[in-house]
């Protein structure tokens, strides 16, 4: 496990990098093979990086890998653990695709006050996803999790980014989050590499690889949908999550040329917790 520099200007924290990442990583994703120089390390090892932390608000886990994938969810936990015990206000911000064992979201019932905790989640079909997310739950079992914890007072953000429209209905992802308590989602387009782009042509899956080739808009950090296109797909999803009761946001990370765009833009992050 490493500390390292934030990534992310919106967030103004630092990251968990763990040194085992995803082995089956979804086929979009660009981070589980990102190397990271010496001099952007702030700390490594479990007791080191808590002294580190103690200087900062809160923590991104983790941009590259699940911070609950199996071999990650022990020392997830242990540093969670022991980062509040030194610091009442410090509030980590916690993403994953995986199922979180009991024994931490208890962990995280006692400290939701002080806590940021997002739910990824692609798309409401469940083998499309397990194709675009081979190594991530099942939504279902995302699902239920997520229900689990707002029924336990843990308000979740689900995050749909980069989303593919990959739903035979728009609405059918916005109203199964909607049952489960979901009130906030944060959404974008994203941008796919020449690498992450054949993968997802390559899945053989129809409607993942025509996702894939409508996004043809090259630019210097990869390929994207077109202004035009990004808008008006952007507007389709959120009116379907207002529609459901659940507000959304669009990371602009990715997309700066949303700026000025009579969108639901969010350009720095904010939550209560944080």
Same mark, same amino acid.
């Given at each position: ?54 200087? &900062? ?12 994938? =199996? ?20 509030? =980590? ?14 962990? &995280? ?21 397990? *194709? ?108 379907? &999550? ?7 946001? *669009? ?24």
């Amino acid at each position: 496990m490493k500390l390292a520099k934030g990534m992310y200007s919106c967030q103004d924290v630092p990251v968990i990098i763990f040194d085992h990442g995803c082995t089956n990583p979804c086929l979009y994703c660009g981070l589980s093979n990102r190397l990271f120089t010496e001099e952007t390390i702030i700390a490594t090892g479990l007791e080191n990086i808590v002294k580190e932390l103690i200087n &900062f608000k809160g923590v991104y886990l983790s941009p590259t890998s699940d911070c609950f994938l =199996p071999q990650n969810a022990e020392l997830t936990h242990s540093l969670l653990e022991e980062i509040w015990k030194q610091k009442e206000t410090f509030t =980590p911000l916690v993403i994953t695709k995986q199922i979180i064992p009991d024994k931490t979201i208890k962990l &995280f019932i006692r400290n939701k006050h002080r806590l940021v905790l997002q739910i990824s989640i692609p798309s409401a079909a469940e083998k499309i996803v397990s *194709i675009l997310e081979p190594g991530s739950a099942p939504v279902s079992k995302r699902l239920e999790m997520i229900k689990k914890l707002t029924d336990s007072g843990i308000p979740i953000i689900a995050v749909s980014m980069p989303w593919f429209n990959l739903d035979d209905d728009i609405n059918s992802l916005p109203n199964a989050l909607a049952k489960t308590g979901v009130l906030r989602t944060i959404v974008a387009t994203g941008v796919l590499t020449n690498r992450q782009k054949q993968r997802m042509i390559d899945s053989g899956e129809e409607k993942i690889k025509a996702a894939a080739l409508l996004i043809d808009n090259q630019t210097n950090n990869g390929y994207t949908l077109s202004l035009e296109e990004k808008i008006l797909t952007l507007k389709k999803i959120t009116t379907a &999550f207002i529609s459901a009761g659940i507000k959304p946001v *669009i990371c602009t990370a990715d997309n700066h040329d949303l700026e000025g765009n009579n969108l639901p833009l969010c350009v720095k992050f904010k939550h209560h917790n944080f």
